[in-house]
């Protein structure tokens, strides 16, 4: 009478801790997509302005711009952490880069630019960010100009974090779900610890 609730109490807590151990292990080894979403990927020189020619002057002379590449795009953290001390580096290939981000949305955070690593590319460009904080639920919005694009599209790399990819979207996503093998690992808990939660009270109400 007096052993099986220690008994059982022991083998619930041994079962429960590695039922909850092997649960938070499998959430830390997964890998988590937070969504980049493309607000505006256009060429704003329009071939309907007849008569009408774009100039830069980057170093004090005016240089003609023939093509251009203009993104907006929308960083969603997705996760339940806070990504403080990550960094965000963008690639593009073109002869020059203009881009700005704005404050996190929540925390009011200012990211801090980086100085790009040297490349072995000269048409490869490179715009980095670290977050001083960066909440769960927060976002950010970037812009970039690209000026002259040798190739389409660009690439967006999450540095300095636990298995944390960014996944880019060019429409809204749609909302993020439990995954399924942590959903069932959580309620195989449940019903474990209910089990032995109804044998413990079974026996010390009627056990002899």
């Known amino acids: 009478m007096e052993v099986a609730p220690?008994?059982?109490s022991f083998i619930s807590g041994g079962l429960g801790g590695s039922l909850a151990t092997e649960y938070f292990r499998r959430k830390r080894s997964l890998t988590l997509e937070i969504p980049l979403i493309e607000r505006m990927n256009r060429d704003p020189i329009?071939?309907?302005?007849?008569?009408?020619?774009?100039?830069r002057g980057p170093d004090g002379a005016a240089v003609e711009v023939k093509n251009l590449?203009?993104?907006?795009?929308?960083?969603?953290?997705?996760?339940?952490?806070?990504?403080h001390g990550a960094?965000?580096?963008?690639?593009?290939?073109?002869?020059?880069?203009?881009?700005?981000?704005?404050?996190?949305?929540?925390?009011?955070?200012?990211?801090?630019?980086?100085?790009?690593?040297?490349?072995?590319e000269p048409s490869l460009l490179?715009?980095?960010?670290?977050?001083?904080?960066?909440?769960?639920?927060?976002?950010?919005?970037?812009?970039?100009?690209?000026?002259?694009?040798?190739?389409?599209?660009?690439?967006?790399?999450l540095l300095n974090t636990n298995n944390i990819v960014i996944r880019i979207w060019t429409e809204e996503p749609p909302p993020d779900r439990l995954p399924a093998r942590i959903s069932l690992a959580v309620a195989i808990t449940i019903v474990?610890?209910?089990l032995l939660l109804a044998t413990w009270l079974w026996h010390s109400l009627f056990g002899h």
């Open 69 to 83: 590449r203009e993104y907006q795009m929308t960083l969603r953290n997705s996760t339940e952490t806070d990504l």
């Open 126 to 157: 490179l715009k980095c960010w670290n977050f001083a904080q960066f909440p769960a639920g927060d976002s950010v919005e970037f812009g970039f100009l690209v000026i002259e694009p040798t190739q389409d599209g660009y690439d967006a790399t």
């Open 192 to 194: 474990l610890v209910c």
């Open 87 to 120: 960094q965000i580096q963008f690639e593009f290939h073109g002869t020059d880069v203009e881009a700005w981000a704005s404050k996190t949305r929540r925390a009011h955070a200012t990211l801090q630019a980086q100085q790009a690593p040297p490349t072995a």
């Open 6 to 8: 220690i008994v059982l």
């Open 46 to 55: 329009s071939p309907d302005l007849r008569g009408i020619r774009f100039f």
